[in-house]
């Protein structure tokens, strides 16, 4: 059974640099295919894909946060982190973090995001 | 990035209905369609991949269809528990998701 849980601050002040972590367990991020991606949710609006690791250290950013975003994995821990820099309130949002399944198809990957973890809130004071 | 746009935003059914929701990517993306739905306080949970494919364990009232740009999930017989929001989202690139669709009761 896979599972994942974010970790990380519930309130960050405007300009700091946000921390999350997500822990998984039930698959490793060794494992070819497999990746994790971090999902956010301001309070009330629709979901924003935000950044995505692969295990073979790939990664891919949304192009319009790239410049702040930067994810990163500790296989060991089972865990993977981004960073978000020059927090602002527009930032405030639920924080999920969930993995990337996949299968092949009709001569194709296609993959989707399956489980999520529960979601982490995190408010920006300004 | 590939947008997604569904349609409509919200609408009020009653159980027993069907519902089509639809999503429209601003290029084609073959058959990269997922849906999702999210209850409230929930995580989203994954209904349909690849356009039409039906996650393990989801009921067989969710159907999904299309491929290109235009998408469609529908929910046959509406049942209370089905009353949630509902998103597509695109794995074709970079992924993107749809601004939502509400179903909320009449």
């Known amino acids: 059974q896979i599972t994942l849980k974010e970790s990380g601050p519930t309130v960050v002040k405007a300009t700091e640099t946000l921390t999350l972590t997500c822990t998984f367990s039930?698959?490793?991020?060794?494992?070819?295919?497999?990746?994790v991606g971090w999902i956010r949710q301001p309070p009330g609006k629709a979901l924003e894909w935000l950044a995505l690791i692969y295990w073979d250290d790939d990664k891919r950013y949304s192009p319009s946060l790239e410049s702040r975003l930067t994810i990163s994995k500790d296989t060991s821990k089972n865990q993977v982190v981004l960073t978000m820099t020059n927090i602002d309130p527009v930032d405030t949002a639920t924080y999920y973090c969930?993995?990337?399944?996949?299968?092949?198809?009709?001569?194709?990957?296609?993959?989707?995001?399956?489980?999520w973890g529960q979601g982490t809130l995190v408010t920006v004071s300004s | 990035d590939i947008q997604m746009t569904q349609s409509p935003s919200s609408l009020s059914v009653s159980v027993g209905d069907r519902v089509t929701i639809t999503c429209r990517a601003s290029q084609s993306i073959s058959s990269y369609l997922n849906w999702y739905q999210q209850k409230p306080g929930n995580s989203p949970k994954v209904l349909i991949y690849s356009a039409s494919s039906l996650q393990s364990g989801v009921p067989s009232r969710f159907s999904g269809s299309g491929s290109g740009t235009d998408f469609s999930l529908t929910i046959s017989n509406l049942q209370p528990e089905d009353f949630a929001t509902y998103y597509c989202?695109?794995?074709?690139?970079?992924?993107?998701f749809g601004q939502g669709t509400k179903v909320e009761i009449k």
């Open positions: 039930g698959f490793s991020l060794s494992t070819s295919g497999v990746g």
């Open positions: 989202q695109q794995s074709y690139s970079t992924p993107t």
């Open positions: 969930a993995h990337r399944r996949g299968t092949y198809g009709s001569g194709s990957y296609f993959n989707w995001f399956d489980p």
